[in-house]
């Protein structure tokens, strides 16, 4: 009887473990059929579909298929090229614009002969669709200020290119506190994290730097700005305007108290309106007006009664390769918010502004310039 008896526990033991071997395997391949990407209907193409895109939320709160490796990009807008042109120049496609003969010093010479496509600025649009379409880009990016007021149109643009283009499109924050976030969201659309985060992280320490000396100047010495646009200068944008950002993180009390204009900006102003505001400077819009617009304010006698031109402090906007201050409104105004809180404020704002320009192209261009080469990007944008 005993014998019978380890048998028969023998056999009741062996035939537990097999049991439960057999339950472990089926609950093993369930679990793995449950926490699958691939749905269960689609056929072997759908499942090599599925490992090469991927799906992103972009900064508008879109859902966007892209591609998980992607070479091509076109900006719809030329707000982006900037910060494509110093992450990844190698994966820009177009310009929206024609490069001017000034623009294309800084360029590489593929980027000097990249297609000119258009795009898709304020209220118009000029992008070539059939040229577009050719080319086929992986990825569109539009870029513009993410606030409340313009989040639901920047994404009915977006959706538009969309439709236009049958491309997929994300949408990137052109705030300038948003810098940083755009390049470490870009370097993972992109696969290039580790470059975006030495751009997003000099970004962060070089404006944080700014913000933390403007932020002791005493407010009796704030110094008042009318920043002059248009074909005459008498066209400005105020503080709640984007295109205004630089001169409000630079610690510059803009003397504009209109309404701000929507798209591009550039709210129409009167002579008699800016002798009122009577500001100690005046910065001069390098892309809208230029040069022209600088020698008019300092010579012509509709202006000689204006602080600003009494005390000869009138500058122009730095413009290349890309604007500092505004127009478009892009990476280049983490530089240019150095400039400026230098300009308004030397004796707290302690820059070296030839140092902190080479060393700006150096990492995001990969130029290094010459004293000369910094002097002639500053002409009648530092004083004298």
């Not at 048998?7 to 793995?32: D, E, N, P, Y």
């Not at 008019?296 to 202006?303: R, V």
């Not at 700006?360 to 004293?371: G, P």
Request: aromatic share 8%.
């Amino acid at each position: 009887m005993p014998k019978i008896f380890t048998k028969r526990a023998v056999s009741k033991g062996v035939a537990i473990l097999l049991c439960l071997w057999l339950m472990t395997f089926l609950l093993t391949g369930c679990g793995s059929q449950a926490t699958s990407n691939t749905p269960a209907n689609s056929a072997s193409a759908g499942n090599s579909s599925q490992e090469t895109t991927r799906v992103i939320t972009d900064m508008a709160g879109r859902q966007v298929n892209i591609p998980k490796k992607i070479n091509t990009v076109y900006c719809a807008v030329p707000t982006a090229e900037a910060m494509l042109y110093s992450l990844a120049p190698e994966k820009l496609v177009a310009w929206v614009n024609a490069p001017s003969t000034d623009l294309k010093k800084y360029l590489s010479d593929r980027a000097k002969n990249l297609p000119i496509l258009g795009g898709w600025m304020g209220e118009k649009s000029t992008a070539n669709l059939e040229e577009i379409a050719k080319l086929a880009p992986e990825l569109i990016v539009f870029m513009t200020d993410l606030d409340e007021n313009n989040k639901v149109s920047a994404v009915q643009t977006a959706n538009s290119i969309t439709d236009q283009t049958k491309r997929p499109v994300i949408v990137l924050d052109s705030i300038i506190t948003s810098t940083p976030k755009v390049y470490r969201i870009m370097g993972d659309i992109l696969g290039v994290q580790d470059r975006a985060e030495k751009l997003a992280a000099y970004t962060e320490q070089k404006m944080a730097a700014v913000s933390d000396m403007v932020a002791k100047i005493p407010k009796d010495k704030l110094v008042s700005v009318y920043y002059a646009e248009g074909n005459t200068g008498l066209a400005t944008d105020p503080e709640a305007s984007h295109h205004a950002e630089v001169l409000k993180f630079a610690g510059g009390k803009n003397v504009a108290n209109v309404q701000a204009k929507s798209g591009q900006g550039m709210s129409p102003v009167s002579m008699e309106q800016v002798l009122a505001w009577n500001p100690d400077l005046i910065l001069v819009s390098s892309s809208t007006g230029g040069d022209k617009n600088y020698q008019t304010i300092l010579n012509d006698p509709a202006w000689s009664k204006i602080k600003a031109v009494k005390d000869k402090k009138v500058y122009i906007t730095p413009l290349l390769p890309f604007g500092w201050f505004d127009r478009p409104p892009n990476i280049m105004r983490a530089l240019g918010t150095e400039w400026l809180s230098n300009l308004l404020y030397p004796e707290y704002v302690k820059i070296d502004l030839n140092k902190e320009t080479k060393d700006f192209f150096k990492l995001f261009f990969n130029m290094d310039l010459s004293d000369q080469q910094v002097n002639e990007l500053l002409i009648n944008a530092v004083a004298k």
